[in-house]
Nanobody, 126 residues
Framework: QVQLVESGGGLVQAGGSLRLSCTAS????????LGWFRQAPGKEREFVAA????????TYADSVKGRFTISRDNGKNTVYLQMNSLQREDTAVYYC???????????????????WGQGTQVTVSS
């Protein structure tokens, strides 16, 4: 079992930046695949970014590629999402997700993740 707690959300103007953090407690953090997902009002939860257990491979949704960066610090049990050039369309609740299997087929699929945080609100104003 692992507990995930997100932080760093808030209100920012379009074009600005935020860095989200997700800190985990419980089992060994380096065992986990980690992902960020988001859900806007009235929409389904969607993939944003994910990172492998070693941090050696990352993948991004096309809508955020080049603007967002996912990274992890296994020593601090934390995964980050650096968000630059924020747009109004990025407004959503952002969720951190984790899974401890040795291999997952599709890091972009929310159904691959067993553990979820409570979410942090990101609001981008024009």
């Amino acid at each position: 079992q692992v507990q995930l707690v997100e932080s760093g959300g808030g209100l920012v103007q379009a074009g600005g930046s935020l860095r989200l953090s997700c800190t985990a407690s419980g089992r060994t953090f380096s065992w986990y695949y980690l992902g960020w997902f988001r859900q806007a009002p009235g929409k389904e939860r969607e993939f944003v970014a994910a990172i492998t257990r070693s941090g050696g491979r990352t993948t991004y949704a096309d809508s955020v590629k080049g603007r967002f960066t996912i990274s992890r610090d296994n020593g601090k049990n934390t995964v980050y999402l650096q968000m630059n050039s924020l747009q109004r369309e990025d407004t959503a609740v952002y969720y951190c997700a984790a899974d401890s299997r040795s291999y997952i087929l599709n890091m972009r699929d929310l159904n691959e993740y067993a553990y979820w945080g409570q979410g942090t609100q990101v609001t981008v104003s024009s």
